[in-house]
């Protein structure tokens, strides 16, 4: 994606600035912005891209609820791209989801990468091409799964 800047929300403070060392130890970790305030996500460009992981329980603490309002800041600003939404157990329709695609955003669901995951998985230890995979097959198992747990859908 070649990405220059990667802008990080987080409820915890001291989790995002364990990342960013371990990031920047690793040799990686130039591009990494914690955004901490509604203040700053409303000053700095909108993201093109999206990759939630957020379990989908409503905000409790004052941090949670700061930074959901962060993350709808960057999701309101007006350039839109695409959201992985990586939440997929209980169901892989969230309330972060739902504000997302309402204010324009395409939302992917995490289900697609856990199954293009498994099929690249599968790929690489069979050595069969996608093409010889049951990829609609994988795709229906876990579409009926969803609708088992989620009915009714987002």
Known sequence: MQAADIYLVNRDVAEVEAMVRDCAARGYGQGLVHVATEEQ???LAGPGAVVACVPDFAP??????LARRVAEALLAKEH???????????????????????LGWQVI??????????????????G????????EE???????????RSPGGP
């Open 41 to 43: 996500a409303h000053a």
């Open 60 to 65: 409790q603490t004052p941090e949670e609820k």
């Open 80 to 102: 839109k791209g695409a959201m992985l939404e990586m939440c997929y157990n209980p169901t892989p329709f969230t309330a972060l989801g739902a504000v997302a695609e309402k």
């Open 109 to 126: 669901l995490g289900t697609e990468a856990m199954i293009w995951q498994g099929l690249e998985q599968d790929r690489y230890w069979t």
């Open 128 to 135: 069969r091409p996608v093409d010889e995979l049951p990829v």
């Open 138 to 148: 994988v795709k229906a198992a876990i579409a009926a799964k969803v609708a088992q």
